[in-house]
């Protein structure tokens, strides 16, 4: 059983609009959730990551809330740009045990 | 400064053969893993070693050996290799101290075919 969820395995969103990325959970152990983005032939890079004490988290154009009640994570790009074409996956892990990822949304920002 | 080295980055093997995929990573990390990542699968975690001198099964290990030679390297090995595991496969470290949670850094894969 799934874990870690991403139900949309893609999404589409025009330059400079906001790109918004969702992750359900649902194991309510997991204390430390996390974003990585991935190229093509590239592996995946670590973007930002929230922590269950916290319920939002920003780093420059990229902010990821956190709703323990509902055992959702999101993940806001604003403004979107053509380089932010990649593939998202969603991680999350409860104290002394490994990542589990979600199986990723490819996001393709349209100039 | 590399990061986490992975070699080959592609090999072909037929049905039956063995073969090492190596990582090794210039970080001083000590936990480092093994994922495969299939079309539609996501990343799912093969074996990890929380620290050097331990190995742990993750979600997918039958057909998998792993070994961790030292704080630097952490090998693969695939012993009688099936067109089921033909896959990308990634290695990744992270600091982790107690929490095997914090940010893993990846190599670039490689892409391994079983005909």
């Known amino acids: 059983d799934q874990q870690v969820k991403q139900n949309s395995p893609s999404l589409s969103v025009q330059e400079g609009r906001i790109s918004i990325l969702n992750c359900d959970y649902t194991?309510?152990?997991?204390?430390?959730f996390l974003w990585y983005k991935k190229y093509p032939a590239e592996g995946p890079t670590f973007l930002i990551s929230?922590?269950?004490?916290?319920d939002k988290n920003e780093d420059g154009r990229f902010t990821v809330f956190l709703n323990k009640s509902a055992k959702h994570l999101s993940l806001h790009i604003v403004p979107s740009q053509p380089g932010d074409s990649a593939v998202y996956f969603c991680?999350?892990?409860?104290?002394?045990?490994?990542?589990?990822f979600g199986k990723g949304t490819r996001l393709s920002v349209i100039a | 400064n590399a990061g986490v080295t992975q070699t080959p980055k592609f090999q072909v093997l037929k049905t039956g053969q063995s073969m090492t995929l190596q990582c090794a990573q210039d970080?001083?990390?000590?936990?480092m893993y093994w994922y495969r990542q299939d079309p539609g699968m996501g990343l799912r975690l093969i074996y990890y070693s929380a620290s050097e001198g331990t190995t742990d099964k993750g979600e997918v290990p039958n057909g998998y050996n792993v070994s961790r030679l030292n704080k630097r390297e952490f090998s693969l090995r695939l012993e009688s290799a099936a067109p089921s595991q033909t896959s990308v496969y990634f290695c990744?470290?992270?600091?982790?101290?107690?929490?095997?949670?914090?940010?893993?850094?990846f190599g670039d894969g490689t892409r391994l075919s079983i005909l």
């Open positions: 194991n309510s152990m997991f204390d430390y």
């Open positions: 970080m001083n990390h000590n936990s």
């Open positions: 929230i922590s269950s004490i916290k």
């Open positions: 990744a470290s992270s600091e982790a101290g107690s929490t095997l949670g914090w940010p893993q850094h």
């Open positions: 991680a999350a892990s409860e104290r002394n045990t490994p990542l589990v």
